[in-house]
């Protein structure tokens, strides 16, 4: 023992060559190294990328942290937005998300009656909760929705129990954007199951209405279906009757979301082997049983990356009722910096707005993930 | 052993031979297309009878198996099934297609469900059977095709014999009175066939009747009372299996064996 420990400490030997350690291969300097150092021309545009990140986050830091005014004085009700046009360009004015944010959120809703939209956002965020909570996938779910709705209507309308009436023209902001795109997929999505399902069955008369209303509804752009609903729908109705125009976009909506999702639908049903149909035939399972049990649960399960894709895409889409008057979220949002005083802080308006939209959105896409995750473990071995 | 199941069976099928037979075809045609795929195909299975369905590939056989529980609809001439015809009324497919049970070579089992789900499925939703019964009949099957330790696993996590072995007991939950197996080791590795094999046999000895269409012969001298043998959708030769493969009366049936033996 004592040998080897008098021979292996002796390290600078004559005629014993010094060797270098050998070059890391795991470890964030080696990872470096491999990925961004490899060559002489990886290194530049390494370096030259760094620089402008590093610029930029300073630059970004400095101007929303930094050098930014988070509050303004306000006398005789007017905002005193000098000191934010004095640092216009140099530190943001998040100010007027301070002193706006109740407009941006809730529109042009009763000011005293903020706390019913408020609690409706709330009541929306539950819902999403407790939806994507598997233990409640069952029957239990139908009469909480329902139940929430209900709630959710009574709130924003009000008219009953003490609540003052605020008519639809008035709300504004957050709740509209969660009604729209909340309602409009709910009914979209059994929709579009329906005329999946149409699309592939043997009864020419309901293929035929199937295929024709994707091919309709997809080949016009939402924005001339927004219009039609809007401004042609009322002029083929009876005189006096009047069909609340927010429904009218939802109903737009709905149409145009269950025609992407049909197909994104049928995308599913397409995948699946036809033995999968043939067992359950032979096992004397009727036409609803199949598809309830064996088909739909495989199809769906397959399309949760482009059903959540098109969820996403719609839950942003729902911002073009901007055009027909509606105030959703963005709409609100670009209200709010009409008044002369807050002119020109569009940029933290937006910022703000993206950021809620981000939130929705992101979460989304993470429970997709999860879910994707979770309901093909049979997939695994 | 294979000796005493065959007289077995003979005593059985002479005392059968009063009961009204399970499936009846008469003059049965179909075509895909211009393609003629079934000709005047005659055919009765009684009660109980075990029918093993040989032929070349493209001869019709599997087409013919699945006309009768209707998968593939016929377009002339008559089957029976269990008393019922098989026509476009949807109340009487659902009452044939409770009684007739079906393997098929891909397993087709569901791959989203557990094998006791896939089980219990149709007892409980077309038989209208309680869960728990439907639960214990799946058990005893499992157990019966000697598998009941992977009740909770899915179908991917098992072999292919398994699997087609839980596809028969699948199949047998729905307590059918006839049996359809459409090529149920074509699919299969070799080392697994002789499972998938050995649970037919054991069925058969149950009494069921069967319709069998498969390329083990060895299968068809073991169990079956009868061999049809089929090519270019007719049906060319039927008999008792030991004198149909050792007496071959047509050069169609000739050809086959030698092809069918050269292969084994």
Redesign the interface.
């Known amino acids: 023992m004592s040998d080897i420990t008098a021979n292996t400490a002796v390290p600078h030997q004559a005629g014993a060559e010094r060797r270098q350690p050998p070059v890391a291969t795991t470890g964030i300097v080696a990872w470096a190294r491999m990925n961004l150092f490899s060559s002489w021309i990886n290194t530049a545009v390494t370096l030259a990328l760094g620089y402008l990140v590093v610029r930029w986050t300073i630059g970004f830091v400095d101007w929303a942290f930094l050098n930014a005014i988070w509050s303004v004085p306000v006398v005789n009700g007017q905002a005193q937005t000098q000191a934010c046009r004095e640092i216009k360009g140099v530190g943001a004015c998040w100010a007027v998300v301070t002193e706006k944010h109740r407009f941006i959120l809730f529109g042009t809703y009763p000011y005293e009656e903020h706390w019913r939209p408020l609690l409706v956002c709330v009541l929306f965020v539950a819902l999403y909760i407790v939806s994507a909570l598997r233990r409640f996938w069952n029957w239990r779910l139908i009469p909480i929705w329902v139940g929430t709705l209900t709630a959710i209507g009574i709130l924003m309308w009000g008219g009953v129990f003490g609540l003052t009436y605020v008519p639809q023209e008035r709300w504004g902001g957050l709740p509209i954007t969660l009604i729209l795109s909340t309602f409009g997929l709910a009914f979209a999505f059994p929709l579009a199951v329906l005329v999946a399902l149409g699309r592939r069955s043997k009864l020419p008369a309901i293929k035929t209405l199937c295929v024709l209303y994707v091919e309709l509804i997809r080949g016009v752009p939402l924005i001339s279906l927004l219009f039609m609903a809007s401004v042609m729908f009322p002029l083929f109705l009876p005189e006096g009757m009047n069909i609340d125009k927010l429904l009218r976009a939802q109903v737009a909506i709905t149409l145009f979301a269950g025609a992407y999702l049909a197909e994104v639908v049928r995308a599913g049903l397409q995948t699946l ?1 036809r ?2 149909y ?9 036409y609803w ?1 199949k598809t309830g ?2 088909i739909l ?2 199809a769906l ?1 397959l399309v949760i990356p482009p059903l959540v894709n098109t969820f996403i895409g719609f839950f942003k889409d729902t911002s073009l009722v901007l055009i027909i008057g509606i105030f959703d979220l963005l709409t609100a949002g670009k209200t709010a910096i009409v008044e002369p005083a807050w002119q020109g802080f569009g940029i933290e308006v937006y910022i703000t707005i993206g950021l809620i939209y981000l939130v929705f959105c992101f979460a989304m896409s993470k429970y997709s993930q999860d879910l994707e995750r979770e309901l093909n ?5 | 052993m294979s000796e005493t199941i065959e007289t077995e069976a003979q005593i059985a099928s002479a005392m059968r031979t009063d009961a009204p037979p399970a499936i009846v075809l008469e003059g049965v045609n179909k075509w895909f297309g211009a393609l003629h795929v079934l000709r005047d195909v005659n055919l009765s299975v009684a009660t109980g009878e075990r029918v093993v369905v040989c032929g070349p590939s493209g001869s019709g056989k599997s087409t013919l198996i699945r006309c009768i ?1 209707r ?1 593939e609809t016929h377009q002339e001439g008559k089957i029976l099934v269990d008393g019922i015809e098989l026509s476009d009324d949807l109340r009487s497919l ?1 009452a044939i ?2 009684e ?3 393997v ?1 070579q ?1 397993f ?5 469900l557990t094998i006791l789900e896939n089980c219990t ?2 007892p409980i ?2 038989r209208r059977m309680p869960k728990k019964e439907a639960e214990e009949l799946a058990m005893e099957y499992l157990t019966r095709v000697r598998i009941p330790e992977q009740a909770k696993k ?4 098992l072999s292919g014999g398994q699997q087609q072995r839980v596809a028969i007991a ?2 047998l939950c ?1 307590k059918p009175k006839i049996m359809l197996f459409d090529e149920p080791t074509s699919a299969l590795d070799p080392e697994m066939i002789k499972e998938v094999l050995d649970t037919m046999v054991m069925l058969a000895s149950t009494g069921m009747t069967m319709i069998c269409v498969t390329h083990e012969m060895g299968f068809a001298r073991q169990v079956a009372d009868r061999v049809v043998f089929m090519d270019r959708g007719e049906i060319v030769e039927s008999g008792e299996p030991e004198s149909l493969f050792s007496d071959p009366k047509t050069d169609r049936l000739k050809l086959f064996l030698s092809q069918i033996l050269r292969g084994h």
């Open positions: 082997p033995g999968q043939e067992a359950a035939d032979a096992l004397g399972l009727s049983q049990f064996i649960p495989q399960r473990r049979h997939r695994r071995r | 529980n998968l659902d297609r409770r007739v049970g079906m098929f891909s087709n089992l569901f791959p989203h499925l149709a939703w077309v899915y179908p991917g996590q699948r199949a729905m």
